[in-house]
């Protein structure tokens, strides 16, 4: 299975991608303006091991991937122009699923506090680059493919941003992490077939990885390495982390789905979002990872802080 999912923190709509490893699922929405977040929802049964091709779902091609990120960001572009769109759980839920459907619902504490909003219009400055598993590795609740593509940050300079999505059968696509690559980086090539299409990652490496980046971040350091992975130490999270830990800062319950590829190198790519329990969503850290082939260390490519 090309994705792995370890904890469900969703607000309403489709569940987390079901994968190899899940956690108990909190049940309660944001204690934050209760009557204005979505509810939350019973997240799907996790899937077999080993996924098998859908026989009434028409393959997702390479082409399509691009064209539904295009519409997306068409239908997100139209979300913002709406007025206190952050207020409107069918706009929310149109375009966004486990840690971006948190960062939507943040936007509600900015309005609070009288601060301006961090969604920005999205303007391509080029064609996306999709990539995309084969279609018998797609699970079988639905498909999902990353996307690099280059634009706008919040603070109005243009660089790459990596971004996965997931659709359920019949239903659009929605935004589940994205990240800005840090300046210096650059996202790996993948290891594609001859068809094109990615090759699937290491699940176990994804798991381990996920939960060093929680210990570290939930101030675990007597468990650092404990996954059998460390940090690099010229990592972005280990100069971020003493300054963002103080004040409102809660700490993360779990993560979304991990989604993530071989490297042409054999290395391996991950991508996924940090989040608190439901009940006291205070901020998202989506990240875009690397470990190089037969290393313990943990590169960080790209990451993305919303509170």
């Known amino acids: 299975m090309p994705l792995i999912v370890a904890l469900v923190l969703i607000l309403s709509g489709c569940g987390a991608i079901p994968g190899l490893l899940r956690l108990p699922t909190p049940a309660s929405a944001p204690s934050k303006a209760t009557s204005k977040t979505p509810s939350p929802t019973t997240s799907p049964s996790p899937s077999p091991s080993t996924p098998t091709p859908s026989a ?12 539904a990120m295009r519409k997306w960001v068409g239908a997100y572009n139209a979300m913002l122009k709406k007025r206190k769109w952050w207020k409107q759980n069918s706009l929310l839920d149109a375009l966004f699923i486990e840690g971006a459907l948190h960062e939507g619902v943040l936007e509600r504490n900015h309005e609070d506090f009288g601060w301006k909003t961090e969604h920005k219009p999205i303007n391509l400055t080029a064609a996306p680059a999709v990539y995309l598993p084969r279609p018998e590795r797609q699970p079988p609740i639905g498909d999902w493919f990353i996307a690099q593509a280059t634009y706008k940050d919040t603070k109005g300079y243009a660089r790459p941003h990596v971004l996965a999505f997931f659709r359920s059968p019949g239903k659009s696509f ?4 994205a990240a800005p690559i840090h300046w210096g980086q650059r996202m790996p090539k ?3 077939d001859a068809g094109g299409y990615i090759t699937d990652m290491d699940n176990a490496m994804a798991g381990s990885v996920a939960e060093e980046y929680l210990n570290f971040w939930n101030n675990k350091r007597k468990k650092e390495g404990d996954s059998g992975y460390r940090l690099a130490r010229n990592s972005y999270s280990r100069k971020a982390f003493p300054a963002v830990n103080k004040g409102m800062y809660v700490a993360f319950a779990g993560h979304g789905s991990v989604f993530g590829f071989r490297t042409a190198d054999n290395g391996s790519f991950f991508l996924f979002a940090m989040v608190n329990d439901t009940k006291s969503v205070n901020q998202v850290l989506s990240e875009a990872l690397l470990v190089p082939r037969g290393s313990r260390t943990i590169q960080e490519l790209g990451a993305n802080w919303f509170s």
Request: charged share 15%; glycine share 6%; hydrophobic share 45%.
């Open 190 to 192: 993948p290891r594609l």
């Open 56 to 67: 009434t779902r028409a393959a997702l091609t390479i082409p399509q991937a691009g064209q």
């Open 174 to 177: 929605k935004l589940a992490v």
